[in-house]
């Protein structure tokens, strides 16, 4: 397992981490910049912060400071209530596809939605068996789209807690079994995103990221859970405050030959996002090298 | 699948579900007589109500009113962090097996702990396996003792959002996986509470249903999950007031020859322990019979 304690180059920071002071945004070329001032390499940025920066200035302010992006945040939402709802989400994940493209991201990270309406309070209908199948087939097509333009796709399966709402994949054998259908040559152009926070209880991880292999293990995320967690979105933990083994998790996927970033996502609202950007930066840089 | 529309005689109530009115404990011989008074033919209660009301006197009162119990709240909590705690955990459940033969319990149903100390926010380690092992062992050992009293155990595989500090069995397949190892005989003695709450998100629920067979569905367990959930642990909906299809998964079950009660058990601080007793178990009735 490669040695994180002596330095961060293989730290990135997922920029919601940072993207919240007080209630108030943090611009995305704040972030970038504070990103660079902290000797960190990458990040991976979401879709509305790059919108509202502009995707052209982005992808300048990214190569000027000489980024990566581990990942693009986020293509997915995929089961639609109706004909207009599955033309919106092709044509908008097609778009993520572009924007990934323009970024030079490593992946997009799919979050593949459930069932539709959820979100919002009022779920169009409660079949979750219908949302996993209109996810697979939007996958496949957009897997298409994303192939011809040479990015990979990277499916997050989420924390059971959010099935109803954010995503009906909802462990990594099943993220796996919709590779094996897509792309059973493994041609590299789909995978997975393995966050810890929404896998780490999962008693099949171990053999389930041996089952991905090198050529799935398209991003691996880091943050922690706390006990007791008071938000079933918003209290993420710091690398180290919480109950995850990070550490052997990360084992497992670079015995696979996973050489890529860790990449930093936390949601807080009661803790993190109370703090300043440069704050949060040299916390996640120590616990980089500490508790990864 | 059984009929509930026009009749209640196989619904059960967990007597969570009305243990709080306003803040204050409802005494289980109050919650007993209004279950009486409705028409309800079965519940399960919690061991520190029948530890307040007094065993004798529940086990007086369960019998003149000619209830059964569906099951007996609970039994676990296996892992340890010490011999002490090892010790303590195996005589407790050695009671709750005492106390559920007094009170004639379908079966004794088992939260099985996961890292000790993380309950009350400081866990002592983060090895999930390790509580995972001791689990294993604990119920192997209580199954010598629940066999010779001929109290069946019934393990609940917990949502995993409770992983970390309430039960590490956290999905039907491992249930079954401890069943398969402690009782490859498939004496009885040892299954599996399926509630829909912490299972419904499982896209191996069908198959691992139909694993489980009759001799391993010891108890069904219903409430709903609402969208949005406020809280982890105390945001449970009333049955139909969220996404779970519960009709389905309850064929599933009855499609293996399950022919026990439906459980409600419902944890509501915001909504249902907010009103009263003949409220809650009126709308249990009606939703018996209309969402079940």
Chains 1, 2 share one sequence.
């Not at 943090?26 to 509202?52: F, K, T």
């Not at 994940?93 to 009022?122: F, I, Q, T, Y």
Request: net charge negative.
């Amino acid at each position: 397992m490669r040695d994180f304690s002596t330095d961060h180059r293989w730290l990135s920071i997922n920029t919601a981490t940072v993207r919240r002071q007080h209630g108030t945004e943090v611009p995305l070329p704040e972030i970038i910049e504070a990103c660079a001032r902290h000797g960190i390499r990458a990040i991976s940025p979401w879709r509305d912060q790059v919108a509202a920066a502009g995707l052209d200035n982005v992808a300048r302010l990214v190569k000027a400071h000489g980024l990566e992006l581990s990942g693009y945040c986020r293509g997915g939402m995929f089961p639609y209530a109706d004909e207009a709802g599955m033309k919106a989400a092709r044509d908008d994940n097609r778009r993520a596809v572009d924007e990934a493209c323009a970024l030079k991201a490593a992946c997009l990270v799919l979050v593949v939605g459930s069932l539709p309406g959820a979100l919002a309070g009022k779920a169009a209908h409660k079949d979750i068996q219908l949302a996993r199948n209109q996810v697979t087939d939007a996958i496949g097509e957009l897997l298409d789209y994303a192939g011809s333009m040479g990015m990979p796709l990277a499916i997050e399966p989420l924390h059971p807690m959010y099935a109803a709402d954010r995503a009906c994949i909802n462990t990594l054998e099943q993220a796996l079994d919709v590779c094996d259908e897509l792309d059973p040559m493994r041609s590299g152009a789909l995978g997975v995103a393995v966050d810890v926070y929404h896998v780490w209880w999962d008693p099949k991880l171990k053999a389930q990221i041996a089952r991905a292999g090198k050529d799935r293990l398209l991003a691996f995320h880091v943050c922690d859970w706390l006990t007791p967690t008071a938000d079933l979105l918003n209290d993420r933990g710091m690398m180290g405050d919480g109950v995850i083994e990070i550490p052997k998790i990360r084992r497992w996927a670079e015995a696979q030959g996973f050489t890529g970033y860790s990449e930093v996502e936390i949601f807080s609202t009661g803790n993190w996002w109370q703090r300043g950007t440069d704050e949060i930066l040299s916390t996640c840089i120590e616990r980089h090298r500490s508790a990864v």
